[in-house]
């Protein structure tokens, strides 16, 4: 528990995400199981993160000063957010508010935190030297709460111009920080060596960043009339095109990273939690392309997206499947031992 990931609830959000994408798809039966299981997963990692923070306060700090682990944090913002748009999609709205305030709030409070504690704070430079693919998930993290306040914008009555208004701003904060932040990795990819060691699966979640831009673009897009939506509409509607064209050009340089890294280098390939970091991305391709495709009428993007779910939930699948033999080891070897 003193070493729990901080990154560790990109679990609910790719078992959400993957939800969402089958349930898209007609198999209602196993999305409805994978709610489930993500709301387990997210009731045992938020009971585990306070229990570290009681009992190992130095481990949990060192993590925020941690430039390499701090952005991790944003999971939690995301995997709130990602499970109350699933939520929402039961009809349960009351629910998925709640899950939009407590969301909506880690997401401004961490947006300072962490870039200054493990930023801006740090007495050692330069910082860049350890940006990573977990950056991005300030981005997802942004974008989530755009997707959950588009979701329950047609579902109130009241606060219809404030839910807007707040997906339309955490959206352009959101697109705005993919620019930053891959500029910052850009910079330490160019200028700093780089080692098989050096890509891990976090680096998805550059595509990933911009699949959830794309889907909550498209909800944004599709939302009831109200002034800031009337305003930035068009402008949305052709940005998510744009992040959509690149989240796909990244895939091929994402495979020939891992091919470079796991084949080429031989860096073995086993369970780790930041696994979760590429399964999300996956799925949230596969969502923002049918997203795309009803509401700008694409159907060749649309059905790339579909495609794309059957692949996220076979990776899903065998990544889970690790994840419950590493942790039955790891219950057993303290016996063992």
């Known amino acids: 528990m003193a070493n729990l990931t901080p990154g560790y609830f990109a679990l609910v959000m790719a078992t959400c995400i993957v939800s969402i994408g089958v349930n898209t798809n007609g198999l ?32 949990l700090r060192a993590d925020f000063m941690d430039p390499r682990r701090g952005f991790g944090f944003f999971t939690f913002v995301a995997g709130t957010d990602v499970l109350g748009t699933r939520i929402a999609g039961t009809g349960h709205f009351e629910i998925a508010l709640a899950l939009l305030v407590v969301g909506g709030l880690a997401w401004l409070v961490l947006g300072y935190i962490v870039p200054w504690t493990a930023v801006l704070g740090r007495e050692n430079r330069p910082v860049i030297a350890d940006a990573n693919g977990t950056w991005f998930i300030w981005v997802v993290a942004s974008q989530s709460v755009a997707v959950l306040a588009a979701a329950l914008e047609p579902a109130v009555e009241i606060g219809r111009r404030e839910l807007a208004l707040l997906a339309i701003c955490s959206w352009s904060v959101g697109a705005i920080l993919y620019a930053a932040v891959g500029i910052f990795v850009a910079a330490r990819l160019l200028l700093y060596p780089l080692r098989p060691t050096d890509l891990t699966p976090p680096y998805w979640v550059s595509m990933g960043a911009t699949a959830i831009t794309v889907v909550a673009g498209a909800r944004i897009v599709e939302m009831a009339d109200a002034p800031m939506v009337v305003a930035t509409r068009g402008l949305i509607a052709g940005t998510s095109v744009v992040f959509w064209a690149f989240g796909s050009w990244l895939i091929l340089p994402l495979l020939a990273a891992g091919w470079w890294r796991h084949v080429v280098h031989r860096v073995p390939l086993k369970y780790e939690p930041t696994l979760w970091s590429m399964v999300f991305p996956l799925g949230m391709y596969g969502v923002a392309g049918q997203y795309l495709g009803q509401a700008d009428r694409l159907p060749i993007v649309e059905g790339i997206g579909r495609a794309e779910t059957w692949v996220a939930l076979a990776v899903w699948t065998v990544v889970f499947a690790a994840m419950v033999v590493h942790l039955a080891r790891a219950a057993v070897r303290p016996q063992q031992g």
């Open 28 to 59: 209602t039966g196993l999305s409805l199981a994978l709610l489930w299981l993500a709301v387990v997963c997210y009731v045992v990692l938020v009971a585990g993160t306070v229990w570290r923070a009681i009992s190992f306060p130095a481990e």
